[in-house]
Structure formats: C-alpha cells, structure tokens
C-alpha cells in the first residue's frame, strides 16, 4: 500500500444539526419565553441531539449531516453516477449530482442542494417543491414530481426520497439526448415549458457585499477533444484567504465569468464524459492555479485533458467496486479551509486525477477513499480502502493492499423482525488528519440486516474511521471516531437492543447534550441508542411522536413536543436539581414492532463547584462556551443494555439474562465519578399494566438482572431505575423491548 502520513487528528469544528426525528425543529425558535420560569430564566429547544439530520436531494440521495460537521451519503437504489459536494469559507455544504450541472443556476435552483436549505425545509424524506413555467404553457410535472397545486404559470409540488431516483432518471436521459443531438447538455426542458425548479420556502440569498476591489475572471472548460465543455463542475477558491471568496461558478457553453478579489486561487473542475444514453462513462479532475492581477481582468483555460493519472485500488481477495470518493481540502496560510468531493457510486466509472504540486501558499490536502464489495452473494465481506497526500496530488494514483496493512472489523447487524429482513446501509470513511478540522465524510453499500458482514480496512493516512448504518425501518446510527489498528480484528454490534434513549459514553470531538457553561445550561438524551455507548441514533422519514418537559427546582421551565431536549440561558450559578422527561413513540411505525414506546425520567444534580474531572475536553464544544468559558459535563445518569438476544432482538432462553451498565455520560472519560448506589430491574408481561422486581445482582454500576420468559412468547416491557451518590436518578420504560421467540429446555 502506497505510504503517507499518519497523524492523529486535529480538532474539528462542530455544529449540532437538526434531529430527523423532530418534525420542524429550527434554531429560529431560539429565544422562546417559557411560562413559570423565574424572572431572568428562559429556556428553548436544545440544539437537537449530536446523531445529526437526514436530508434528501431531488434525485434521492440521502444525505446523513453529522453535527461535528461530517456527512454520510446514501445513494439511491440502483443509481449510477457521482456527486460532487463542496464546503464554502463560511462552512455552508452543498451535494450536486452530476446529472444536476448542466441545469444548476437554471432550470434547477442551488437550494435544492444547500444543506442549511434543506435542513431548514425538514426535507428528510420529502422535498418540497416549487415550479415556474412559461407563460402560457400548462404546468406539467416532470418525472418523480408530485403536484399538489397549480396557480397559472406556477406550481407547487414534492419529491421524496422513493420518486427521486425517476427524476434523476429523466435528468439523465435529457442530458444524454442533447449531448447525441450535438446541443449543449440541459438546453432542453425537463418537460415543456418548465423554467425553474426551487426549494419551496427556501431564503433569498442576501445580495453580496463586496469588502474587496473585484475584477472578472473568466474560466474556459474544454474537454478532451478540445472543444468547449458544457458538463464541467467549477470550484474556485482563494488560496490567499478562503474567506474572501470560495464559490461554484456556473459553466454555460465552456465559459463561466465572476468577479472576484485579486489574487492565487485554486480550481478544482470536475468533467463528467457522458455517452448517448447520459450515463457516465469517465471523470476527470483538473487542479490548476489561477492568478487574478490586482489591475485589470483574468482569464485562465482548464483542458481536461491534463488529468492524466487513473485512480486504481487493488485488494487480496475478490471485489467490485462501489464507491469511489476523490476529497480536496484547499486551506490558505491562515488555516482557513474549503473542501470538495466528487463521489462516484454504483460501479464507478474511471476517474483520473490531474498531478498537482503542493501551492506556494497554504496546503492542498488529498485523500481517496475507494469502496469494494463480495461479488458472491453468499460472502458478506467488503473492502474500505483510504490513501492521500498532504502535498498536493501525486502522479501515481494506483493503490495495492496486502493483508498485513489490514484492520478487520465484523459488524454484527440487529433488525427488528416487523423489518422482514429488508437490507440496510453500511456507511464507512477515513479520517483524514486534515479534513477532520472541517468534517469528514463516509459512504457505503448495502449491509445484511440482521447478518454480519466483515469490513477489511486499510489507510495510509491513520487508523480513524467513521461509521453509521440506515435500516429499512429508518433508524440511523452514527457511530464515533473509532480507530482500528492494523493486523488487529474487531466486534462491532449495530442497532442490537432495547433500542431506547441514552446520553452515552463518547470519543472524539462532540457536542455535549448534558453540560453548563457559565450561566448556559443543556440537559436532553439522544432519541435513540443501542447497546454500544458510542452509537447515537435517529429516526428519519417516519411520523413519530415525542416530548421532553424539564424542570428546575421543581419549576417547570421547559415543556414541548417534537423534542429531545431544552437550553436554558441566565441560570442562577448556584446549585439546583434538574429533572428532564423525555417519551418518545414509535408505535405504528411501518417496521417497527420493537421499543415502540419509552420514557425516559432523569434527574440530575447540579453544582457549579464540583467541576473536578468534569471538563469537556477543549476539542468537543456546548451552548455558551468561549475561550474563557468552558463546559462542565453534567452528572446525568446513563444506562447501557446487554440484553442476551438474536439479530432479530429476538430470545428463546426459558432463563431471559440482562447485563446492565450504570453510568453517567461521559466525553473522552470527563464526567461524573459518583458511585453508583442502587440499580433495579423489573419485568411486565402485559405491556405495563403490572410489574415483576426480578433479581438484580452486581455493584459498582455492573449489574445481571435475570428472570423467566414465559412459554407463551410475547414481547415483554423492562423498566430500570438506579441512582448515584450524588442524589442523582434514571428510570427508564421500554416497552415490547424484545421478541420471545419461544422457550427451550
């Protein structure tokens, strides 16, 4: 395997994204006055939980937003191409397929691919659309468009997550008619008359204030036999200060124009090679240096033709390719950066790169991260391969991995049985050093669900990777930065039950969902967790129901649906206990029949004094902190299951046994050390209506609860309460926690 750095990474910038789970979460809630609070207290939605948001394009892609700032990508059944994805200086994200390039700016709006937009129009399964048509022309709607009102020469209308893949299809077919036709690609209309696709109640853009003398600079794309290219992506960024100008810039006919500060930029130019049917038959990236004199106007040609160098990765055992993601991270002196990606899926077609010094100024960092499955059915393993530069693109872009440079994971994949083992995603990416700072991302393929399946990892760039899985049902796990050393082999169990809400214990840089800063304080639990501490969950593109009430002192000063948690500012910093409730449904949720309902009683004891061992560690991040306030983890109560059950989370012991973790959340070990001082379980066979104390045994937060499952079967509820020195408690319900499958001898 080709050699490369290793180091360990830096610390990333983190934001907590919305929750899929809540249904119109927004941070413009902030600021929000609860009744019976004190005077000077207020209290609003806390940043919705560190698993992150779904979001989903127009042609279906699902796109997992991680709150440190990483994303996951989940392609759409069957789809075939790539998608280009790219960071601006101020932090906004953007996923275009490529099909989408020729319309974009057009016919087809940016909002449709802004992450911040789309988060902001809760488009988790279904996006909402609005339509202009030409005046005089009968709205239409195109292909994988659902109209749902038509005034005159507009419309209003949506995508989901399932239509998607059909509008990407006729994106596809009408860009690879025009380009047999010998018509600039996206010159046609979707369907007659249509003029503009937008996100519907998607924010103006505000206009541009320019902070700096700007000049024209015009980019000239031209494709492999030298003719202006209509299928080119442009990404330009300014190596002097990123901040001042970073930005796609559209192509019309092989000539895109914008007016930008003096100075060095970058271009990164994605070309797609299309054939009749406008299936992607080649990529080529071009990296080429730009200067823009500080008098006058610039020009600068980029040809295709100068990505001379194939991107090839060779494994020990039989595989077919899957996902091939080519990342650039263009950082300036001050450390300022902007990313792009261009990700190839569905068979990837060949890609070639353009070798690229390393610039005068600042760093150009590269990392490819290539994707290979079993092409036998019956052999549930796939490669993870990862390999870059911190100094620019190398010429030899060919990859060979041994079995000595692997670390093999076996993920062990829980289902609920109501999920008729429809399969899953596995998400995986390496973390690069560098790319860490500004979030990393991972894609994969299709995963057994229930099953195992093993992962062989292999990077030349550390040990770190990241990891989540979607299910049929549509709960998604995030998993943490967990770093995998090679010739060594590892467990990993995924979505094994009771499926309940948890605060966990983590890794890596977070955002802490139980911690005070100052006179900010954030209580609330992640919606959804599994049996590994370092997973966090959520549910996505199904209706569900929720509420979390907190209270002070026995004040109630926060009590909503459709939330996981509150922030309160201009807390008194005096010591006060703090009770957060939190229920959650999942009842009638298709492929659901496990967990439906649970609810969550946590109080927590408050002290602004016993800050020892409870700091956040400086790379992880909370409401109110600054350089001179940092966060003070809570010492909120935290349960871990180790139910003995089956990938269906299902058990047919006549003797049901339960290993149960007492803790507090915790964040790279900063947190409560209080001892633990009680923990009890109990059992209800009738959904609740009584309950059976079992027999709990163990100490020092370690417990074994047992009990008998009846012959009769049934899907029997557990409740846990226990407590900690501190006067702090937890009780939790989990109702139908999981399957008898019939007991044996």
Known sequence: MRSGRIDRPTARRVRRAALALVIGAATGLSGMGIAHASPNLSATPAAPTSAGQVI??????????????????VASPGSTGSLNTYRTGTGDRYFVPSMATPYLGGELDPSLFD????????????????????????????????????????????????????????????????????????STPLVPGLTHIGLAGAATPPVATPHYPLHILQVNTNDLTGKPSDFAFVYLVDGDNVRAFTSFVPI????????????????????????????????????????????????????????TSQVGVAVPKPANAQFLITNYLRLDAAGNGASFAQLNFGAPPPTYISPTAAPANGTLDYLVNWI??????????????????AKGVPANEQDTVTDNQLAIVHDHFSADPATKKAPGSLLVGASDPLLARFGGWSAGGPAPMPGDLTDYLASSVGGDWLASTFGANGLVFQGDLATYA???????????????????????TQFCIACSAGSTLELGVNAIGDSDPTHAGLLFTQPTSSHFTLYRDGTKVFDQDGYDGAELQNVPT???????????SLAGVAGISQSTVTHTDLTVRYDPNATKGSTLPSESTCPGASATTPCVVLPALNLGYQLSSDESNGSGRPVQVLKLRVG???????????????????VSFDNGATWE?????????????????????????????????????????????????????
């Open 56 to 73: 989903t394009l127009i042609t279906g892609e699902q796109i997992l937003l991680r709150a440190d700032g990483s994303y996951s990508v």
């Open 115 to 186: 992450a911040n937009a789309l988060t902001a129009a809760n488009a988790t399964g279904q996006v909402p659309l609005t339509l202009t048509f030409a005046a005089g022309s009968t709205p239409t709607a195109p292909a994988g468009v659902t109209l749902t009102s038509v005034s005159g020469s507009t419309a209003t209308g949506y995508v989901t997550t399932a239509s998607g893949p059909a509008f990407a299809a006729a994106l596809r077919a009408s860009v690879g008619a025009d380009h047999a036709n010998g018509k600039p690609a996206g």
């Open 372 to 389: 290979g499955t079993s092409p036998d059915p019956t052999q549930n393993y796939r490669y993870d391969v990862a390999f870059g530069s």
């Open 252 to 307: 019309d006919a092989g000539i895109g124009k914008v007016a930008v500060p003096a100075g060095t930029y970058t271009a990164i130019v994605g070309f797609d090679d299309i054939d009749s049917k406008g299936n992607l038959a080649s990529t080529h990236t071009v990296l080429q240096d730009v200067t823009v004199p500080s008098t006058g106007n610039a020009s600068a040609t980029v040809n295709e033709s100068a990505a």
């Open 486 to 508: 090679t010739g060594r082999q590892y467990d990993v169990d995924w979505s094994h039950g009771p499926i309940a809400p948890n605060l966990g214990r983590h890794t890596g």
């Open 664 to 682: 507090h959340v915790s964040y790279d070990g900063a947190g409560s050390h209080a001892p633990i001082t009680s923990a009890c379980v109990s």
């Open 574 to 584: 005096t010591a006060a206990t703090y009770r957060g409730v939190f229920d959650l």
């Open 693 to 745: 104390p079992v027999p709990t045994i163990g100490f020092a937060g370690n417990y074994v609860a047992l009990w008998a499952n009846p012959s009769s079967g049934g899907s029997p509820s557990i409740k846990v309460t226990a407590t900690d020195a501190n006067g702090g408690s937890i009780t939790q319900t989990v109702t139908n926690a999981y399957t008898i499958e019939g007991a044996t001898s």
